[in-house]
């Protein structure tokens, strides 16, 4: 009678299955060959046969952690001369006690190659401290020359304000005098040229400030103006545009004033 066919449904059958969820068909006999093949390589690992290298840096920590012995030749003669294990060199025993320490060169490069690396990485940090250092200066440099620009034109802006106020001034006072027309053109604000009408004195005020203006080589600045009409006010209507007080006369006006500059009145 033939042989009888495995029974699916038997114990026997079942037992061989590690997992019988859908989806995990794992029989025993896999896991066992997973397990076999993870067993043979950790041997192989294991019995691997050791570089040169790897014999040669346990052959020579076999021997660094290995104490002297009477066989070697140097130590027999300092025991000769007095020597004891432990002690320190020398006549009063102050001197070396270990041993001076080895340093193996592993690497392929020649002989100064360290010397040569080291001095390539100081000029490597030298050079980029020096970077460091020089954009820096520059950033400072900008902002210096930014807070520069900001006070100049700070100091612009409050001349050029300083400036219509004296000529409003000017104009006001000089009206008040009966001065029909200012000393120079830009003495007075300039006014709107009306269309139809045009006052004739200011025309011929504006002409020659442009002949003027074409003959000089310089033209006054804000600052210049400034001063020029400040001045004016002072000595002709012993006026201060920064006190904004018309003073009695020139003695009033040198025991009163702080002085004919804004700076003067800042304080």
């Not at 001065?179 to 504006?206: F, G, L, M, S």
């Not at 002072?234 to 006026?239: A, I, L, M, S, T």
Request: with cysteine; glycine share 6%.
């Amino acid at each position: 009678m033939a042989e009888e066919e495995d029974d699916y449904m038997s114990d026997a059958f079942l037992s061989q299955i590690s997992d019988v969820r859908p989806g995990m068909p794992m029989v025993k006999r896999m896991k066992d060959a997973m397990k076999k093949e993870v067993m043979i390589k950790e041997k192989n690992q294991q019995n691997r046969q050791k570089t040169y290298k790897e014999q040669e840096r346990e052959s020579r920590d076999a021997v660094l952690q290995t104490s002297i012995s009477n066989e070697n030749k140097g130590f027999a003669m300092l025991q000769k001369m007095g020597y004891k294990a432990g002690q320190g060199l020398g006549k009063k025993g102050a001197g070396r006690v270990e041993p001076i320490p080895l340093n193996i060169k592993t690497d392929r490069g020649g002989v100064g190659m360290e010397e040569v690396k080291k001095r390539k990485a100081e000029e490597e940090l030298q050079h980029y401290r020096q970077k460091v250092r020089v954009k820096q200066e520059v950033e400072k440099q900008s902002l210096e020359d930014f807070r520069v620009r900001k006070r100049t034109e700070r100091e612009e802006r409050q001349t050029e304000g300083d400036l219509r106020r004296s000529q409003r001034a000017c104009e006001q006072l000089d009206s008040q005098k009966g001065i029909t027309a200012p000393r120079e053109c830009w003495y007075w604000p300039e006014k709107e040229e009306e269309d139809e009408d045009v006052d004739e004195d200011e025309e011929q005020c504006k002409k020659e400030e442009d002949e003027e203006e074409e003959e000089d080589e310089e033209e006054l600045t804000s600052l210049d103006k400034l001063h020029f009409l400040t001045s004016y006010l002072r000595g002709v209507h012993f006026y201060c545009i920064w006190c904004g007080t018309t003073y009695n006369d020139e003695e009033d006006l040198d025991s009163n004033c702080p002085g004919d500059t804004s700076a003067d009145h800042d304080d």
